[in-house]
Antibody
Framework: EVQLLESGGGLVRPGGSLRLSCAPSGFTFSNYAMSWVRQAPGEGLEWVSSISGSGGRTYYADSVKGRFTISRDDSKNTLYLEMNSLRDEDTAVYYC??????????????WGQGTLVTVSS | DIVMTQSPDSLAVSLGERATINCKSSQSVLYSSNNKNYLAWYQQKPGQPPKLLIYWASTRESGVPDRFSGSGSGTEFTLTISSLQAEDVAVYYCQQYYNTLPLTFGGGTKVEIK
């Protein structure tokens, strides 16, 4: 059974930093591209960032480019999202999501339960 | 960016009746070389993450009840629930993956019981 378990969310002040982690199981992690998708309270879904199966290619939404860094450690079976210079508008539930291919850029067949990031003074 | 617009924002349907959700893309998501529409549908129940229902606009994900169906091509798509069940109360999102930068979702359609 495929599972994606996010962690690392919490309350952080504007300008602060946070690192999210996602621990996948039930599939060969290195064979698939992965992504982070967020959902602000009461709002819709927003794609944030993706990383290819090899980790060689990363992609970011304009809203987080230069502030967020996606990475993966296939030896530790973990996906990360390093978030810096956090703003109020980054407040959201952050979901780890699995693409159906190695290269990514397609649809998501599995999602984690999400971790809440609250940016507030 | 490809903008995805869903309608209506919400709808209330009686149990056993049909629910129809529309999704329009600001440009075609039909790739001519393989004749595939790069569009997916997700269901998000309260307090849960999204769940994949349909991909390639009309292919049902394994395990999804056959009362859910997707149709359309190019820029206009529809998700139909043929006979609404109580467990179908959720918000439904479309997503295009024709342009991977950025991947974009519709604003969501909330389905409730009348």
């Amino acid at each position: 059974e495929v599972q994606l378990l996010e962690s690392g969310g919490g309350l952080v002040r504007p300008g602060g930093s946070l690192r999210l982690s996602c621990a996948p199981s039930g599939f060969t992690f290195s064979n698939y591209a992965m992504s982070w998708v967020r959902q602000a309270p009461g709002e819709g879904l927003e794609w944030v960032s993706s990383i290819s199966g090899s980790g060689g290619r990363t992609y970011y939404a304009d809203s987080v480019k230069g502030r967020f860094t996606i990475s993966r450690d296939d030896s530790k079976n973990t996906l990360y999202l390093e978030m810096n210079s956090l703003r109020d508008e980054d407040t959201a539930v952050y979901y780890c999501a699995k693409f159906v291919t190695l290269s990514g850029g397609d649809y998501f067949d599995y999602w984690g339960q999400g971790t809440l990031v609250t940016v507030s003074s | 960016d490809i903008v995805m617009t869903q309608s209506p924002d919400s709808l209330a349907v009686s149990l056993g009746e049909r629910a129809t959700i529309n999704c329009k893309s600001s440009q075609s998501v039909l790739y001519s070389s393989n004749n595939k529409n790069y569009l997916a549908w997700y269901q998000q129940k309260p307090g849960q993450p999204p769940k994949l229902l349909i991909y390639w606009a009309s292919t049902r994900e394994s395990g999804v009840p056959d009362r859910f169906s997707g149709s359309g091509s190019g820029t206009e798509f529809t998700l139909t629930i043929s006979s609404l069940q109580a467990e179908d109360v959720a918000v439904y999102y479309c997503q295009q993956y024709y342009n991977t930068l950025p991947l974009t979702f519709g604003g969501g359609t909330k389905v409730e019981i009348k």
